[in-house]
């Protein structure tokens, strides 16, 4: 046992990080779990608690006189707000500090406008949603961003997004910080994808792709139960991967033959009008299929084959045990999940697909902003930064 109760170890932040699992204990449960005397655990609690961050769910079963309290994460104790930026829209969120909505909006919008203009409206919308009274004098924990292009996630900036003019080497955080004063985490929207799709749905999947089939494509990997980001952020940028059967189609990166430029909504819809059919927008081909267009239909799996194509290397390679399907194309429903499944089966190693799940999105919309919460969570709840934001003294 640890004698001085402000000893080294374990320290405030890992005591809570122990109760981050939500289940209620007692002093005599937590001084069995963490070695530490009653006294030591003791002060650790009172500072968790003095914080909010846990408190107290009344007693629990008697060993003989006074019933002991029981003490477990307190996950409204701060808000943390969360943005996903596609091509051409935005959602925005609060949740708690388990990443649950607390409240949420749908917002139109052109990343192309450029960043003031974009980030304006995020933190207009922002401010309209903790206007409301439910969430009144609750403090704010942090702010999580996902942007449709390459971020440098230690400094938070975008890194020479394709689809962003302007955008590149913008400080995102720091223009955030100045609104709420909180830390601001920016990352790209596909990680905060895989991120909220492992949270909310598939927590026992330690290798796993989410792919987001929009506008644009893009995927997160999630490797040994962590997100993959890559050296430089750029890790998962399918979009721009040249597709067997991209010919000369033009993509907005510059180059030609990108699976974005076959394979996203707006070539699906351009091929549909090139047959006559009206379809401008995402949301046009979605409604095509769901009435049971057979052109549309086609198209769609068509598209979902060029995405499996590219992605069946990433599954020789990367190895997955599932592969979730997302995004806005998606909502087309089996159309889209057929051709990807088609392609991946027929071009990967046996090996690789043996146990291989290719299953649509279960987070579905939701999955960004989860994402961007929970990416803030894990921050926000870390050792190092709870023991700093209580003072606890440093190792």
Known sequence: MHDDPWGPSPSSGQLLRLLLDGAPRTRAELTHETGLTRSAVAARLDALLGAGLVDDRGTGVSTGGRPASRF??????????????????GAVAVTDLNGGLLASRRLALDIADGPEPVLAALVGAWRDLLADPDLA???????GIGLPGPVEHSSGRPNRPPIMPGWHGFDVPSRIRAEFGVPVLV????NLMALGE???SFRDVDHMIVVKAATGIGSGFISNGVLHRGAAGAAGDLGHIRAPQGGDAPCRCGNTGCLEAVAGGPAVAARLRAKGIEAHTN????????????EAGQEVRQAGRAIGEVLAACVNMFNPSLVVVGGSLAAAGEMLL????????RRSLPLATENLRIVPSLAGRDAGVIGAATMVVHHVLSPAVVDDQLGWPSR
């Open 72 to 89: 477990a994460f307190n996950a409204r104790a701060r808000l943390v707000l969360a943005a996903e930026l596609g091509a051409t829209h």
């Open 137 to 143: 004098g609750v403090p704010l924990a942090g702010v």
């Open 187 to 190: 990352d790209n929207e596909v």
């Open 198 to 200: 492992h949270a909310h």
């Open 283 to 294: 949301a046009d081909v979605v409604a095509l299929v769901r009435d049971s267009n057979v």
């Open 338 to 345: 057929a051709g990807v499944r088609e392609a991946i089966y």
